[in-house]
């Protein structure tokens, strides 16, 4: 990814002035910034406010967005914003935000501003990358910090947060991209997967290259260690990354990569990084930053699905065996320990796979939600699921459970049929919602919306399968796993859609969608 703009780096001073209901904010910017004449216009500063969104999140807004002014070596900058009637007496969050097109490249600390208060100045910038071209999109994977797209010819496009290099674009100084940037060096990827702060892609020859953070060892090399420092850094991971792609050792025959598993030629599955419940299926427990190792008496899966702590699998005569974390019973397996099972904090789990009850003609499986939630496709078009039911996930008209689990959600430590479904293809889970693309193109979601997770124009939640507003001939769809309130489909043509809360690509930089919107140049 080509450098643009300025070649030294530029500090930025802000004041904000409060009178009456009137912000002004001021400031400067040089010497340097704005580099050559043909990309000053492409500069920008922005003021954002942060807003609550329902009882559970909040997100920053943008309220004004004004031009660098060019003034011999400096560029000035003047933003102004009157408050609604009844905030006077109010104290609320501010920020300011350095843009180049849609590259987020200085954010300042939140600043609480009271009517007639006065704010120090931000911090040093850095220069922005060249974005780069895209074609259709073949799959789409979304992360906890924004979302992938598998392009068609095998390069791969993010979007999102850039904290400890999960954009993959070999450059940590970048917080943040609004549009797509290309991943460095990767031209023949076949399958991605984007995960917590970092991704992994499933190249031509069967090897596979993550990026991202180290965190217990995600990159697969046996350490929490990558090879860079990222400034950017502030989830406590001493600023260790990998703004790049890297090959995970030993995988040379990979087929599909999930979560921190890569599923191979020959039917077996892998697993690296976190072990702390029996998440690697290899009979341990309370491990961390282990490299490659196979799963136990997995030699004829033909799909895998991760999330944080549980991992699942297709074997060949479509049952489901998985193992891991079972405290919302997302095992399947009734609740309880597996064989043999003893995990930390008395976490019940299953340090090797145990089959899933009752499922006989699965084709395809699906984990997610930070309390664990497991679904799976029939080769008959319906979908069973059982786990975590707080939300509505199950699909079963509820969110009440049918049995008892240990973290005290409701719950169902076995398989119940989601109501009303009898033509889905392929099913996937988000941290409140869960989704389906049917046969007829159509995508069907359920379960929490207070984000706009259903993608059906309303922040009200449903028990049972309701259509995503507009979407007619979907392919994919992608809720992300263990932490998503955002969820993208692949068109037929190799457009995407994006709806919910997250980094959805649209253009628009207000984060959050009730309805499908277009991600900008893919399709």
């Not at 002004?24 to 050559?36: D, Q, R």
């Not at 390069?155 to 999102?160: E, K, L, M, N, T």
Request: with cysteine.
């Amino acid at each position: 990814v080509a450098a643009a703009a300025a070649s030294s780096q530029p500090s930025l001073r802000a004041r904000y002035v409060a009178a009456g209901r009137r912000v002004t904010v001021t400031g400067t910017v040089g010497p340097g910034a704005v580099g050559a004449a043909g990309a000053r216009s492409r500069w920008a500063v922005v003021l954002q406010q942060r807003k609550a969104v329902g009882a559970r999140h909040s997100r920053w807004v943008t309220l004004v967005r004004g031009r660098l002014k060019t003034r011999g070596k400096s560029s000035t900058f003047q933003l102004t914003w009157t408050a609604p009637a009844g905030t006077s007496a109010k104290k609320i969050a501010l920020r300011v935000e350095l843009l180049y097109g849609a590259l987020v490249l200085h954010r300042s600390t939140s600043h609480d501003l009271i009517i007639g208060s006065q704010q120090k100045p931000s911090p040093k910038l850095k220069p922005p990358v060249a974005l780069t071209s895209v074609g259709p999109a073949t799959q789409v994977s979304v992360g906890s910090e924004g979302a992938c797209a598998l392009i068609a010819g095998g390069a791969v496009d993010c979007w999102g947060g850039n904290y400890l290099g999960a954009l993959g674009i070999g450059n940590a100084t970048i917080l943040e991209s609004r549009t797509r940037v290309q991943v460095s060096g990767v031209t023949n990827a076949t399958q991605i997967n984007a995960g917590l702060e970092g991704a992994c892609a499933v190249l031509s020859g069967g090897s596979v290259d993550c990026w991202g953070t180290p965190f217990s060892g995600a990159l697969g090399n046996g350490t929490n260690v990558g090879p860079e420092t990222c400034p950017a850094a502030f989830r406590n991971y001493g600023g260790s990354c990998s703004t790049k792609p890297l090959p995970v050792p030993g995988i040379s025959a990979a087929t599909e990569v999930s979560g921190n598993c890569a599923l191979l030629a020959s039917g077996s599955v892998e697993c690296w990084g976190s072990n702390l419940v029996g998440n690697h299926g290899d009979g341990s427990s309370g491990r961390y930053n282990v490299p490659p190792t196979p799963v136990v008496g997995i030699n004829d899966a033909t799909q895998i699905a991760a999330n944080l702590f549980d991992t699942c699998a297709v074997l060949k005569g479509g049952t489901v065996d998985c193992w891991g974390n079972n405290a919302s019973g997302q095992l399947g397996n009734g609740g309880g320990n597996g064989p043999g099972s003893s995990c930390e904090n008395q976490v019940p789990c299953s340090v090797i796979p145990v089959a899933v009850s009752g499922i006989t003609n699965a084709i395809q499986v699906a984990t997610g939600g930070q309390l664990g939630t497991t679904c799976a496709v029939l080769a008959s078009g319906a979908v069973d699921c059982w786990g975590a039911n707080a939300w509505g996930q199950l699909g079963i008209g509820s969110n009440t459970g049918t049995g008892s689990c240990p973290n005290t959600v409701p719950c169902s430590p076995t398989p119940l049929q989601v109501s009303g479904l009898t033509n889905a293809k392929q099913v996937s889970i988000g941290d409140m919602q869960t989704c389906a693309v049917l046969t007829s193109g159509g995508i069907d979601c359920w379960g929490g919306n207070e984000l706009g997770e259903l993608g059906n124009g309303t922040n009200t939640s449903s028990y049972v399968p309701t259509p995503v507003t507009g979407i007619a001939t979907a392919t994919q769809v992608d809720s992300g796993a263990g932490e998503g309130d955002m969820s993208c489909a692949v068109l037929g043509g190799g457009a995407i859609r994006c709806w919910g809360s997250g980094m959805l690509d649209d253009g628009s930089g207000s984060g959050m969608s009730l309805t499908p919107v277009g991600v900008l140049g893919i399709g």
